[in-house]
Each structure stands twice: as structure tokens, then as C-alpha cells.
């Protein structure tokens, strides 16, 4: 993605799916974190995070139907390609050699241990809640279209992509980062200096 000099390339892959990965990383902080302090402050992130995200799926919708059959079968072929080294990046022992070595732990083994142990099942059941990442990432990438058919097998191996698509376009972070901006504006448009204080003390 950084070495890409396509501008589809940089889009799909930062706005739509890392800025997406950002959006599902936080909201699953917000929904299980106990630290009310860490809730705010994921919840504050998410509020400038959505736009970052939004810019990606606006661009998607304006200009991937006006490409011809070609150039969308490359936007949906790099999207897949982003789509799996994000996940077995994220999953992958060999990504956290550094931390295995401080504890002794070998990473090729590990990494075969996982193998064995954790199954496509696995990350099947994972992704049927609403705040995966990945989850997140395959609806924004069908909802912009970039998912058909050719593709789509490889997506389906981890969720069920009928449920998805009768899911609506609401995303998980949208009411999260919504309630931030209110907030935001109890803060941003108080009168006064006093009101101002005691919004943000709330
Ligand atoms: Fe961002």
C-alpha cells in the first residue's frame, strides 16, 4: 500500500480497509473495555476515525461504477489481496517474534501450534459479532460493491455473506462516533466559559 502508485490502490487499501480496521479495532474497545477512561477516549478517536473511513466508502460509491469490467475487477482483486494479508498479518505468530522472544517462546512453533489449533471455524464464530474487525471490513467492501461474485468465496469462508448484505449500511462504529460528535458539541457550542467547564467535567 505505501509503495502502491495507484490512487485506487492507496483508497481501497487505507480509506476503506485500514481506516475500516481502525473504526472495528476501537468499537471492539468501547464494547468490552471496563475502563470508563478508555471507552471516552475510543469513542472520541472514533469521531475523527469515521470521516477518514467515510471518505473511502464516498469515493467507492461515485466511482466504481463508472469504471469499465477491467478496471473493477482489479479494484476487487486488490481489495481481496489487502483483505487476507490484513488478516493473517493480524493473526499470524510470525508478526510477534519480538514479543515470543522475551518469553522463550519459539515463533515457527508457535506458529504451527496455531495452525493446528485455530481452525477457519474458529474465526467463523469470531466474526459473527457485530464489532469484528473483519467482519466490518468485508461489509464496507460489499457494500461498496467491490465484493461479486469472483471474489466472493474467498470472504465466505468466513461470514455468512447473505446475512451481511440484508444487514443495511449501518456499521457498528456509525452510532458510537455519532454519539461523540454530540458530546463534542456540548463542549465545541457551550455559552460561556462556566458552561463550557462543566460540559467538559461531565
Ligand atoms: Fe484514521
Redesign the pocket.
Known amino acids: 500500500m505505501v509503495g502502491a502508485h495507484e490512487v485506487y490502490k492507496k483508497i481501497v487499501g487505507m480509506q476503506m480497509l ?2 475500516g480496521l ?1 473504526m472495528g479495532a476501537f468499537a471492539t474497545f468501547f464494547a468490552k473495555s471496563h475502563d470508563p477512561l478508555l471507552v471516552k477516549l475510543c469513542q472520541l478517536v472514533m469521531t ?2 469515521a470521516f ?2 467515510k471518505f473511502g466508502k464516498i469515493w467507492a460509491d461515485r466511482t466504481i461504477p463508472k469504471l469499465d469490467k477491467s478496471e473493477q475487477d482489479v479494484i476487487e482483486d486488490w481489495a481481496a489481496q489487502c483483505f487476507q494479508t490484513l488478516l493473517f498479518n493480524l493473526v499470524s505468530a510470525e508478526q510477534m517474534a519480538v514479543v515470543y522472544a522475551k518469553f522463550g517462546i519459539n515463533p515457527v512453533a508457535a506458529h504451527n501450534t496455531m495452525l493446528e489449533a485455530i481452525t477457519d471455524d474458529d474465526r467463523k464464530e469470531r466474526m459473527k459479532e457485530s464489532t469484528d474487525i473483519f467482519r466490518v471490513l468485508i461489509k464496507t467492501l460489499l457494500k461498496a460493491g467491490i465484493i461479486t461474485d469472483r471474489t466472493r468465496a474467498l470472504y465466505a469462508v468466513y461470514v455468512d455473506m447473505d446475512e451481511l448484505k440484508s444487514e443495511g449500511d449501518h456499521m457498528v462504529g456509525d452510532d458510537i462516533a455519532e454519539e461523540g460528535i454530540k458530546y463534542l458539541q456540548t463542549i465545541n457550542f457551550a455559552q460561556g466559559k462556566g458552561s463550557l467547564l462543566s460540559a467538559a467535567a461531565e
Open positions: 485500514v481506516e481502525a475523527d476515525e477518514h473511513h
